[in-house]
């Protein structure tokens, strides 16, 4: 899943599979802090997404009727819907969200779970998150889950049977990029199932990195929907994803520490 191919267009060679099902774009993208709905569609075209995240406890779809939907803006027919237990702080509350995510959702079960360990952080709590994961697999959700950059906690949630691992670059919001490179890359090289930078992101730069790294993808909202912006920002977001990805997958040059290689011919010379 991690490893590189052959170089061949990104779209029809290179997709993301989660859950047995492929996607075309790398970029996932959420639905929250948007000046309004016709924003977030307009934002989310701009970035390709196939994907998008929905905050249940903070989103109507449907469970608050007469007010306006998100459906109506993403409608299932043409995005994946990926509902979320944002603001959730153990793993009863994280559970009883998805389970009404799949009921108004028509039964459901790709599901991104979170479950946070403070408000002032909202570092993940990943006793409660390890927890969380092993029930709603047992009830048959595919889970992927947000979890802290720590490679043993990765490992023991991709063996309980989560379909993605999504390990912070930074804090929710921070915009502060990929702080800790080294372990994205442990991780990485660990899993068996996809591996997505989930939180953190700030620009562009900061998606190229990931997605150089190895990350099968990328999941923002902050640094969009709150960008001058935000639909420039998603276009940005998009090239971004793929360029890092096309980079990864061609191979990078090897450093050379303390020694210079010139570009052009020494053999030769004219004169």
Same mark, same amino acid.
């Given at each position: 899943m991690n490893a590189p191919h052959d170089s061949l267009p990104l779209s029809l060679d290179d997709p993301l599979i989660v859950a047995g099902r492929a996607y075309r774009s790398r970029l996932l993208v959420g639905t929250?802090?948007?000046?309004?709905f016709a924003q977030t569609r307009a934002a989310i075209d701009a970035s390709g997404? !196939?994907?998008v995240t929905v905050? =249940?406890?903070? #989103?109507? =779809?449907?469970?608050?009727?007469?007010e306006p939907s998100l459906l109506e803006y993403l409608p299932p027919s043409e995005f994946t819907l990926l509902p979320n237990t944002a603001g959730c702080y153990n793993a009863d509350e994280a559970v009883r969200t998805l389970r009404l995510a799949r009921e108004l959702l028509d039964g459901h079960t790709l599901v991104k779970l979170e479950v946070l360990g403070d408000s002032? #952080?909202?570092f993940p709590n990943v006793r409660e998150t390890l927890r969380a994961a092993? #029930?709603?697999i047992s009830e048959g959700f595919d889970v992927m889950v947000y #979890?802290?950059?720590?490679?043993?906690?990765?490992?023991?949630? !991709?063996?309980?049977?989560c379909v993605a691992i999504m390990p912070l670059a930074s804090l929710i919001g921070s915009g502060m990029g990929i702080l800790n490179p080294w372990n994205l890359r442990l991780i990485i090289e660990q899993s068996k199932v996809p591996v997505l930078v989930d939180a953190g992101v700030g620009t562009a730069s900061d998606a190229v990195i990931a997605m150089e790294l190895g990350c099968d993808g990328v999941l923002m909202n902050t640094a969009i929907a709150l960008a001058q912006e935000p639909v420039r920002m998603a276009g940005a977001m998009k090239k971004a994803v793929e360029a890092g990805r096309d980079a990864f997958r061609a191979g990078r040059m090897?450093?050379?520490y303390y020694a210079a290689n010139p570009s052009s011919p020494t053999s030769g010379l004219i004169g």
């Open positions: 929250g802090k948007y000046r309004d997404a !196939e994907i905050a =249940i406890r903070r #989103t109507n =779809i449907g469970q608050a009727p007469g002032a #952080t909202l092993e #029930t709603l #979890t802290s950059d720590d490679p043993i906690v990765a490992r023991d949630l !991709e063996s309980a049977g090897p450093r050379k």
